[in-house]
Each structure stands twice: as C-alpha cells, then as structure tokens.
C-alpha cells in the first residue's frame, strides 16, 4: 500500500542488480524521480518499463553495464541521463540514437574500440539495413567490404609473384622461345624456299652416307674376275 504513493525510488551501487522486471513498478504509479544508477551489473532494461508511469519527470540511468537501451517513456519525463554506460556502437544503435536525438542527450560510443569516445549522434547509420543488420560503414564489416580488401591484397601479390617466376625461369623460357621458332614451317612456300630444300639435300646426303658406312663390305672371289 505504502509503495502506491511513493515518489522517489533510488536503487544505486547495487552490485548485484543485473535486471529489472518489467512489471516492477506497477504498484508504483505516483513515482516522480527515479534513480538506477552506478549498478554495473546491469546490462539490460526492459523497453516498456517505465511506460505507465504518467507522473514520472527525472529519470536517471547513469554509469550502469547498458551497452543498448530501446524506452517508451510517458510524455512528462523532462529529464533523462543516461550518460557513462559502455554503449555499443553497432548497427543496433538506431533506436539509441533516434531517443539521444531527441532527448538532447550526449551519450558516447565504448566499443568497438576504433569509434571509443564518440560522439552517438555523429555516427552515420545510412549503411545499415531497415532491419538493423549490418550494411558496411563504421560498423563490423560486411561481407563486400572484406571482399574488396581481400582482392586488393592478394592481385598485387599475385602479380609479384608471377614476375619472379619469370625473372627465375627467364633463361629456360629464352631456349623455349627459340625452340618455338625452330620448328618445321607450316607453309608450303617456306618450304620450297631455297634454304629449306639445301637443308634437306644435306639432311638427305647424311642419311645416305651414314647407311653406306654401315652396309657389310662384300669381298668378291677370284673366280668372279
């Protein structure tokens, strides 16, 4: 009965506090000022929490373990802080965004470590998708972008590479070229010139000789002269 009229709640440097149920002030509909704060085991709240508290007008949620928030609040809250918390910048921080926006808060990033101390509402979320999911931007990569990086690196590596193995093999592919440009013409007037037909005369005479000087010699009988 007595929590029916009370006013002012303040749950602070509770360390074992990690939520609050969604119902927890129900039986609290006059509360004005409410003070969750310095509770670093907190890490989450629910959205509709502090929805039908029409009379609440201070609501401070400072220095807790929230990395992303998603309130209702009734339209007679004036002031909100929701300043300390190691907010986590990602494509979920739209609806985070949209409520600093319109709260006139300052609220800056805690992780990922490359946007550490910035500033919320300068991030640009264009790049992420309607349903939150990440698009690219200042966000975890997606997959084009790694993409992109990945081929970037490797095609300059490839092309060294390549240049190597021909500054390596460079005196075999000198003696391929030439044996290339050794091989037998394929037209018929290249061979018909006359350097072909000298090169075959001789290509002819060796063989000739060469059967000559293999052929037994046959010694003729006295009878035969």
């Known amino acids: 009965r007595m929590l029916k009229k009370l006013k002012r709640l303040e749950l602070v440097l509770n360390p074992l506090l990690s939520a609050v149920e969604s119902d927890a002030f129900t039986e609290s509909p006059t509360l004005q000022s409410i003070n969750i704060s310095s ?6 709240l629910q959205s509709n929490l502090f929805s039908q508290l029409t009379n609440l007008n201070t609501l401070n ?15 007679s809250v004036e002031q909100v802080d929701l300043s300390g918390n190691p907010w986590l910048c990602d494509c979920q921080l739209r609806e985070l965004q949209r409520f600093a926006s319109l709260s006139n808060l300052t609220l800056t990033c ?7 101390g910035e500033d919320i ?5 264009t790049s992420c998708g309607s349903d939150g999911k990440d698009g690219g931007g200042p966000f975890p990569l997606g ?9 970037s690196v490797l095609l ?4 060294c590479v390549s240049g190597l193995l021909v500054f390596h093999f460079r005196s075999r592919l000198r003696n391929l070229l030439k044996l290339m440009s050794l ?7 290249a061979q018909y010139s006359p350097e072909y037909q ?9 063989f000739i000789s060469l059967a000559r000087q293999n052929q037994p010699s046959r010694h003729i009988p006295v009878t035969e002269l």
């Open 156 to 159: 300059p590596a490839l092309v």
């Open 39 to 44: 509770n670093q085991a907190l890490t989450r």
């Open 143 to 151: 997959q084009e972008f790694v993409m992109v990086v990945v081929l």
């Open 198 to 206: 000298r090169s075959f005369i001789q290509q002819e005479d060796y």
């Open 61 to 75: 949620l400072s220095w807790n373990g929230l990395t992303a928030v998603s309130l209702v609040l009734p339209d």
């Open 121 to 125: 509402l300068g991030l640009d979320l």
């Open 183 to 189: 091989k037998k013409p394929d037209n018929k007037e």
């Open 110 to 116: 805690d992780a990922p470590a490359e946007l550490r």
